[in-house]
């Protein structure tokens, strides 16, 4: 079974810069297409960014396309969110998963993190 732990959350003022990591275990994550997503308070999840199981095909939303960078490191069961430029509407909880080919997300949900801009 396939568990995750996101981290990398903070704090930053508009403009700035962060990393989210997620930390897969388990043998099986290479396979496995995987996804950032995010739920502002008051708001349904959405899916930020999304990579292939190879870490060569990606795709954003159109709201962080040309600011976020989704990679991953499949000899360190890892998948990296790159955030530049953040704004305020960025704030919001960060959620990494699995995804199956018809877009269902694969795992339960974990705590993710917390990810606050404000002047």
């Known amino acids: 079974q396939l568990q995750l732990v996101e981290s990398g959350g903070g704090l930053v003022q508009p403009g700035g810069s962060l990393t989210l990591s997620c930390q897969a275990s388990?043998?099986?994550?290479?396979?496995?297409?995987m996804g950032w997503y995010r739920q502002a308070p008051g708001k349904q999840r959405e899916l930020v960014a999304r990579?292939?199981?190879?870490?060569?095909?990606?795709n954003y939303a159109d709201a962080v396309k040309g600011r976020f960078t989704i990679s991953r490191d499949n000899a360190k069961n890892l998948v990296i969110l790159q955030m530049n430029s953040l704004q305020l509407e960025d704030t919001a909880v960060y959620y990494c998963n699995a995804i199956y080919g018809n877009g269902a997300t694969a795992l339960g949900w974990g705590k993710g993190t917390q990810v606050t801009v404000s002047p």
């Open positions: 990579i292939g199981s190879s870490g060569i095909t990606t």
């Open positions: 388990g043998t099986i994550f290479s396979r496995y297409t």
